[in-house]
């Protein structure tokens, strides 16, 4: 075609006679009834590097002089320009309704919880506000809600429904390259990804065929098309959504219904500018929310070691206090205070063997372990001095100092006993100067566990240091008062038996002085 032809050549093609108008004009719908006659196409690039065409049509029978030929270019030269500052008013005016939107939704302090409705709301709102914008099918957002490193739908415009609402930064799929690389990806058209896979890696090193879903099938479904229809590209843009190097999620579009099929670089950064709107109020409310977190972590932990203390207090009472049911309430009550704690143990010091052993194991979940695991577990011995005193417990012991591993795999001193384990906190049990073992907290998902949770353990280290401290003074003071009841008893004994032996020879003589002084025979 003319316009074809132009754009390839990037030199202006005029066609003004009857003859070539039926082989080269191929006109729009629009303009088949209008007894076109002649038509100009100038060719048009945009600063994005997209090519295009600008098509001036007459029906006067006659041609286009070198004059109007002129005029039509310098026409052509403005449309770039037209275009730039028609994108920016667009991206202006998205920008300032998104602002609104989360604006009232600040305002008005809706739910805090991170998936609560009113949010899901808001982020609906946002999705529809740049789906109109760009004339798109899909606008979707995926957020990092209460599992980390998880990222769940919070609103879509996708008119069906959707075959995955969840995603995880390593899984292999376009969605999934964004969240693990951080990165924008526009791809223009998905149903031919595997196609053009090699040319596509080259811009975006690693990415994989699609599996957010089958984009010929949904597409013909949603339009009711025939399995034999013609479907256009099935464009795709995905932009992260981040704050600093932190990864939050994604908002990606899909299938624009302009004739161009295609997201330009103009959308791509107003999207960038959506992007990194929802990333400063997703990462307020989360921050809010987790300072809520610490909030009732901490009311929580006042009130766990109320409760350490009143059991404390009911064991201690005994001749033989059972310091094993302490170390379990406080496990399990330590698993309430730190909600990402799905192992707590404690280790105490054998002093003897010189190693830490474990005294109390607590799950929150039955599935982390069968009961042959955790007695195997409980087995296991860990040295704190010598060549092979290499284990976290060790290193805390001769520190006395709490230690953190943010993940597992990458700390050698982490023993490998708990294999679903992702990240751990050892912090010491007892005093400054009289350390009796460890209290381990460790978390199984990819996020790690909550910042508060390293001064949590040392508190409840130190509760626990005090209650095995009493415990061993307490056992001492009964040892020492049965020892001390003992003695007096044999003391006892003793006099009494002295008593007995001093008593029978000051009798008789006694008698005998009496009879004398009767005046009696002694034989």
Not at 312 to 337: D, F, G, S, T, W
Not at 346 to 360: G, Q
Not at 377 to 402: D, E, M, N, W, Y
Not at 421 to 432: C, K, L, W
Request: charge should be neutral; include cysteine.
């Amino acid at each position: 075609s003319a316009t074809g032809q132009a754009v390839l050549s990037g030199e202006t093609v005029s066609v003004n006679t009857m003859l070539e108008s039926e082989r080269q004009l191929q006109l729009p719908d629009p303009l088949l009834s209008q007894q076109i006659t002649a038509m100009c196409s100038v060719p048009v690039t945009f600063p994005d590097g997209a090519r295009g065409a600008l098509n001036v049509y007459k029906n006067d029978s006659l041609a286009f002089s070198p004059t109007e030929v002129e005029r039509a270019e310098q026409l052509g030269r403005l449309v770039p320009e037209l275009d730039r500052v028609i994108q920016q008013r667009v991206s202006l005016k998205l920008l300032n309704s998104v602002n609104d939107v989360l604006h009232h939704a600040e305002v008005r302090k809706l739910d805090l919880s991170d998936s609560g409705p009113q949010t899901r709301a808001t982020m609906q709102a946002i999705c529809e506000l740049v789906s109109d914008t760009f004339r798109c099918q899909e606008t979707s957002i995926f957020l990092e809600d209460q599992t980390p490193a998880q990222y769940e739908l919070m609103g879509t415009t996708w008119p069906a429904e959707m075959s995955k609402t969840s995603y995880r930064n390593d899984e292999a799929s376009v969605t999934g390259w964004v969240l693990s690389h951080g990165r924008s990806v526009r791809i223009f058209d998905l149903i031919a990804l595997q196609k053009d896979l090699a040319s596509i890696e080259r811009e975006y090193p690693g990415i994989t065929e699609s599996s957010d879903f089958d984009p010929a099938a949904r597409l013909r479904k949603v339009w009711n098309c025939a399995p034999d229809d013609a479907i256009p590209p099935l464009s795709f843009v995905g932009v992260p959504i981040v704050i600093g190097a932190k990864v939050l999620g994604v908002i990606r579009c899909s299938v624009i219904h302009l004739a161009r099929h295609t997201f330009s670089d103009g959308d791509v950064t107003a999207l960038q500018l959506v992007s990194s709107r929802l990333s400063q109020y997703w990462s307020t409310r989360r921050r809010r929310h987790e300072q809520q977190e610490e909030h009732r972590s901490w009311r929580k932990l006042v009130e766990t070691i109320r409760a350490i203390n009143r059991i404390a207090l009911e064991e201690l009472a005994k001749e033989a206090p059972n310091e094993h049911r302490i170390y379990a309430e406080a496990l399990r009550m330590a698993a309430q205070v730190i909600p990402a704690a799905e192992i707590t143990a404690v280790r105490l010091l054998d002093h003897s063997t010189k190693d830490l052993y474990f005294a109390e194991i607590c799950r929150r979940s039955c599935d982390d372990g069968s009961k042959d695991d955790t007695e195997r577990t409980r087995q296991r011995r860990f040295p704190i001095s010598g060549p092979t005193a290499l284990s976290v417990g060790a290193h805390v012991v001769k520190t006395r100092q709490t230690y953190i591993v943010p993940d597992v795999e990458r700390d050698s001193r982490y023993s490998k006993v708990f294999p679903q384990a992702t990240s751990m906190i050892t912090a010491p049990i007892g005093s400054e100067n009289n350390i009796v073992g460890v209290l381990d907290i460790l978390g199984t998902n990819r996020g790690g566990l909550p910042k508060y949770t390293a001064a949590t353990a040392e508190l409840l280290g130190q509760q626990l240091g005090l209650c095995h401290y009493l415990a061993h003074v307490i056992r001492s003071l009964h040892a020492a008062r049965t020892e001390l009841h003992d003695y007096v008893k044999k003391q006892t004994q003793v006099f009494e038996d002295l008593q007995h032996q001093l008593k029978s020879p000051i009798i008789q003589a006694h008698q005998r002085v009496k009879a004398i002084l009767r005046g009696e025979s002694l034989d």
